[in-house]
């Protein structure tokens, strides 16, 4: 597949035991978490897949939202872009990148379109959840050793969230 013109940035909250997911939603509140995700993807394109994008229930302001989905009945309300594949959708999410003025394409899941864009992402944005949730969607394995850490910070718990979690920075390595 083609990389993209723009960068690709995977952001992702990851349980201990790899769960990203459970019963198309998080299975964790962390409000923390959230005001960090808005904070990295303002004015960004976002990459997902349909389950994602329903999980969500809505576009989300500030961003574009570009949808991966071969189901000719998934109709995005406006606003919404979607990309019968995963290569339509990168150009769709190039040309929103370039019409926002925006530096890099965040990809928010879910586990194949993660799977799928790992070998192209340049960045990801880990929020290492301290728990061990059950779950039904898992973060694909990767080689830690391909990427350097570029920032730590944590172990944090905000008042109102369920578990504590580190946030992490990690680039490709060589890149």
Known sequence: MTPPRHPLALVVAISQNG???????L????????????????GKPLLMGRRTFESIGKPLPGRTSVVVS???????PEG?????????ALALADEAADAMGADEIMVIGGERVFRDTLPLASTLHLTEVHAS??????????DRAAWREMER???????????SFTYV???RAGA
């Open 27 to 42: 299975p964790w509140r962390l409000p923390s978490d959230l005001k960090r995700f808005r904070a990295i993807t303002w």
């Open 169 to 171: 920075t990690l680039a």
């Open 153 to 163: 910070e944590g172990p944090l718990r905000g008042e109102k969230d369920e578990a």
């Open 19 to 25: 769960v990203i997911g459970a019963d198309g939603g």
């Open 70 to 76: 071969a189901d000719p009945a998934f109709t995005p």
């Open 80 to 88: 919404v872009l979607r990309g019968a594949t995963l290569a339509a």
């Open 133 to 142: 949730p059950a779950g039904d969607v898992l973060f694909p394995a990767f």
